[in-house]
């Protein structure tokens, strides 16, 4: 799953669902907030967070080739 911050309404629920499936999840952006704090479900460890997009291609590429 690959959730693009800032996220929108439902964001966190299908985050959430998708942690609890166990799947991986890619975080995209900023995950702190401008007080600098963050939401747990972003520190779970199925959580991967990445600034770019160029990041996720890279990522879903590494995966693909272990797959």
Do not use: W
Not at 22 to 40: F, M, N, Q, W
Request: hydrophobic share 35%; charged share 25%; net charge negative.
């Amino acid at each position: 799953v690959i959730v693009l911050l800032p996220g929108g309404r439902g964001t966190h629920t299908e985050l959430g669902i998708a942690i609890g499936a166990g799947k991986p999840v890619i975080l995209v952006g900023d995950h702190l907030d401008e007080s600098g704090r963050t939401c747990a479900f972003y520190l779970h460890p199925k959580v991967t967070r990445v600034d770019t997009d160029e990041e996720v291609v890279t990522r879903l590429g590494k995966a693909r080739e272990y797959a």
